[in-house]
T-cell receptor, first 116, second 112 residues
Framework: AQSVTQLDSHVSVSEGTPVLLRCNYS??????LFWYVQHPNKGLQLLLK??????LVKGINGFEAEFKKSETSFHLTKPSAHMSDAAEYFC??????????????FGKGTLLTVNP | DAGITQSPRHKVTETGTPVTLRCHQT?????MYWYRQDPGHGLRLIHY???????DKGEVSDGYSVSRSKTEDFLLTLESATSSQTSVYFC???????????FGNGTRLTVT
């Protein structure tokens, strides 16, 4: 079985300050991990993905995430927040045995607020 | 955006009526998914398909059925809508195992 926990339901930062959105996962197998972003009234858009290559993954819009197997974490960071980053972010884990390989498990989301 | 279209975008229906939501893709992807999104629950998988006429249940499949008669279309049917099925429904497509999902823009369903 696999699971994912987003440690903060809401994060608030000031524009220009760093962003840290935390995600822990559990998986019986080597997982693939993803971060998605959802702007209001929109579908989810892929930010970045980890699939067992480099542990530091760079995504779109200046976001990156580091896979830490020892800590079972995949935290999302950005050096400097922009107003347009305000959205909900979802951490997703994929990976399992047999027919469940393509079933993804979503975290409950972290709402990022960016203050001017 | 990947070629994925959900219809309708908004629907209001009455309790007890059947409702069908459509997901149409132009990417020829093998895998298709229906999720529902509710506050505090994130996205929950309703049903998924791994090929034409090959479907299986997700974690919240009760009260829903699906059909996939051709690669490009995946239909979600609420057999007898209930107020608990008021939600935003997202379709997603996936080309292969462990590749990212690409999402449609969602259907907002209200059951009164």
């Amino acid at each position: 079985a696999q699971s994912v926990t987003q440690l903060d339901s809401h994060v608030s930062v000031s524009e220009g300050t760093p962003v840290l959105l935390r995600c822990n996962y559990s998986s019986s197998y080597s997982p693939s991990l993803f971060w998605y972003v959802q702007h209001p009234n929109k579908g989810l858009q892929l930010l970045l993905k980890y699939t067992s290559a480099a542990t530091l993954v760079k995504g779109i819009n200046g976001f990156e995430a580091e896979f830490k197997k020892s800590e079972t974490s995949f935290h999302l960071t950005k050096p400097s927040a922009h107003m347009s980053d305000a959205a909900e972010y979802f951490c997703v884990v994929s990976g399992g045995s047999g027919g469940s390989n393509y079933k993804l498990t979503f975290g409950k989301g972290t709402l990022l607020t960016v203050n001017p | 955006d990947a070629g994925i279209t959900q219809s309708p975008r908004h629907k209001v229906t009455e309790t007890g009526t059947p409702v069908t939501l459509r997901c149409h893709q132009t990417e020829n992807h093998r895998y298709m998914y229906w999720y529902r999104q509710d506050p505090g629950h994130g996205l929950r998988l309703i049903h998924y398909s791994y090929g034409v006429k090959d479907t299986d249940k997700g974690e919240v499949s009760d009260g829903y059925s699906v059909s996939r008669s051709k690669t490009e279309d995946f239909l979600l049917t609420l057999e007898s809508a209930t107020s608990s099925q008021t939600s935003v429904y997202f379709c997603a497509i996936q080309s292969s195992y462990n590749s990212p999902l690409h999402f449609g823009n969602g259907t907002r369903l209200t059951v009164t």
